[in-house]
């Protein structure tokens, strides 16, 4: 079945860096993907969700880059400010059964000022 | 706009006390519901999903149960807690259609001592 391998687990990076969070599937059929954020404490807030024909996802403050070839989706956050810092995580819909989503274990992004 | 609305919003429980957690959509008809645990620091890991009133499936039980007794709510379970229990529970919903996106309520946090 489908596995998400999400790296890396932890992601420390200065104010106006760049930060990059990665995800690698194993099912060629995937054909959307979600990313989502959450913030220390709280629930999860949906960040983009992404379809396999959209190589380039622009958001505000991000971008999702998806490699079907290599099976890999990527969060970038372009300039990460402090209020980026939260746990990310990417989820891909198991084939066949889009009720079941397989989550990546997470990233946790530290923005330091 | 659609709510959901999950109580309570913490609880502290004995092992092997029972538990109920509640999940209310409103705004929404006939929506899937699901129901998802995250340990802390850990992933999410889906545990039941309804796509009608009375329907249950279950992706991981834990010792846990789930029921829909009405069609904008949703309740997970148990009559006796157990120490692994312990974690963030989080209630879900999205459109009956494909490439459903994931909507999740607040959460509930919950401490088995």
């Known amino acids: 079945g489908e596995q998400v391998e999400q790296r890396p687990p932890h992601l420390s990076v200065r104010e106006g860096d760049s930060a990059v969070i990665t995800c690698t599937y194993t099912?060629?059929?995937?054909?959307?993907f979600f990313w989502y954020k959450q913030e220390p404490g709280a629930s999860l807030q949906l960040l983009m969700k992404?379809?396999?024909?959209?190589e380039i996802n622009e958001g505000q403050g991000f971008t999702v880059l998806l490699n079907k070839k290599d099976k890999r989706l990527s969060l970038n956050l372009t300039a990460a400010h402090p209020g980026d810092s939260a746990a990310y995580f990417c989820?891909?819909?198991?084939?066949?059964?889009?009720?079941?989503?397989?989550f990546g274990l997470g990233t946790t992004l530290q923005v330091q000022p | 706009a659609q709510t959901i609305h999950q109580w309570p919003v913490a609880e502290i429980k004995a092992v092997g006390s029972p538990l109920s957690l509640g999940c209310t959509i409103k705004?929404?008809?006939?929506?899937?519901l699901y129901w998802y645990w995250q340990a802390t620091g850990g992933t999410l890991q889906q545990l039941f999903y309804?796509?009608?009133?009375?329907?249950v499936e279950s992706v991981v039980q834990l010792n846990l149960s789930a029921s829909r007794p009405k069609d904008d709510q949703f309740i997970l379970s148990t009559e006796k807690l157990l120490l692994s229990h312990s974690g963030f529970y989080l209630c879900?919903?999205?459109?009956?259609?494909?490439?459903?996106?994931?909507?999740f309520g607040s959460g509930t946090r919950l401490t088995v001592l």
């Open positions: 879900a919903w999205s459109l009956r259609v494909g490439a459903e996106t994931l909507y």
């Open positions: 099912d060629p059929n995937s054909y959307y």
């Open positions: 992404v379809f396999s024909s959209t």
């Open positions: 989820a891909v819909p198991v084939t066949g059964n889009t009720r079941k989503l397989i």
């Open positions: 705004g929404k008809s006939s929506p899937n």
């Open positions: 309804s796509i009608t009133v009375g329907q």
